[in-house]
C-alpha cells in the first residue's frame, strides 16, 4: 500500500518561530511537491523537488524554503512563522510524466 | 498564478442525480488529472486524461477534456451520499527539468439524500 506520510497532523506554533514540516514517501519517486490549501484560493504550489537537492520555486515560495537530502523525505521549512501562514499544508509525490500525484493527510499549521 | 479554474464552485444535489464540474485552464498542458478530497484530508486520484484524448470513463466518472477550448469537465453519474467531496482538477506540464501538478480552486459536491 503506497503512502506518503506528513509527521504532524496539526501544529501550533508562534509568529517568529522556525517551523519544519516533514514529508516522507515509500514509493522511490523522483517528484514531491508542498502545497497550501485555503478556503477559496484552492491548493497553491509552493515548492517541486524532482530529484535529492534538486528544487524549484512554485507560485507562492515567499516566506518558505525546503530540504530534499534524501529522495524519500521532502522538508518545507518556514524560516520565521507568520500568522498569515496559518494553513493547511499538503505534500504529495508523483512518478515523472503524466502520472497520478499520492497526497499527504495533510499538516494543519496555526500561527499563533 | 492558479491554473484551473473549477465551476461551479460549491453544487448541491439530490442522491440518484448527475454531478458536473468544469474546469478551465490557462496554458499548455500534458494532461489532466481529477482529485477528490474529504473534508480535511488529502487528495486522492480518480482519472487522469492525456492531451490527446477527447473523452475517458472509469465507473461512473466520465471526463471530456477539450484543448481548443481549454477546459474540462467531471461527470458524476447516480451520485451517491458518499460522493459528497470537494473536487479538483490539475493539469500536468513539463516545466524542462520536472513534470509540474497545478491544481485548480475546486468545486464542494454535496449529494443529499
Known amino acids: 500500500d503506497v503512502k506518503v506520510t506528513q509527521s504532524s497532523r496539526y501544529l501550533v506554533k508562534r509568529t517568529g518561530e522556525k517551523v519544519f514540516l516533514e514529508c516522507v514517501q515509500d514509493m522511490d519517486h523522483e517528484n514531491m511537491f508542498w502545497y497550501r490549501q485555503d478556503p477559496g484560493l484552492g491548493l497553491r504550489l509552493i515548492y517541486f523537488?524532482?530529484?535529492?537537492?534538486?528544487?524549484e520555486k512554485g507560485d507562492i515560495p515567499e516566506g518558505y524554503s525546503v530540504s530534499r537530502e534524501k529522495k524519500e523525505r521532502f522538508s518545507l521549512i518556514l524560516e520565521s512563522a507568520s500568522t498569515n501562514q496559518t494553513s493547511m499544508y499538503l505534500c504529495a509525490s508523483k512518478s515523472p510524466g503524466g502520472t497520478e500525484a499520492f497526497f499527504g493527510q495533510g499538516t494543519r499549521l496555526t500561527v499563533v | 498564478s492558479q491554473q484551473g479554474e473549477e465551476d461551479p464552485q460549491a453544487l448541491s444535489i439530490q442522491e440518484g442525480e448527475n454531478a458536473t464540474m468544469n474546469c478551465s485552464y490557462k496554458t499548455s498542458i500534458n494532461n489532466l488529472q481529477w482529485y477528490r478530497q474529504n473534508s480535511g484530508r488529502g487528495l486522492v486520484h480518480l482519472i487522469l486524461?492525456?492531451?490527446?484524448?477527447r473523452e475517458k470513463h472509469s465507473g461512473r466518472l466520465r471526463v471530456t477534456l477539450d484543448t481548443s477550448k481549454k477546459s474540462s469537465s467531471l461527470l458524476i453519474t447516480a451520485s451517491r451520499a458518499a460522493d459528497t467531496a470537494s473536487y479538483f482538477c490539475?493539469?500536468?506540464?513539463?516545466?524542462?527539468?520536472?513534470?509540474?501538478?497545478?491544481f485548480g480552486t475546486g468545486t464542494r459536491l454535496q449529494v443529499t439524500l
Open positions: 486524461i492525456r492531451s490527446n484524448e
Open positions: 490539475a493539469t500536468g506540464a513539463n516545466t524542462g527539468t520536472a513534470s509540474k501538478l497545478t
Open positions: 523537488s524532482y530529484d535529492v537537492k534538486m528544487k
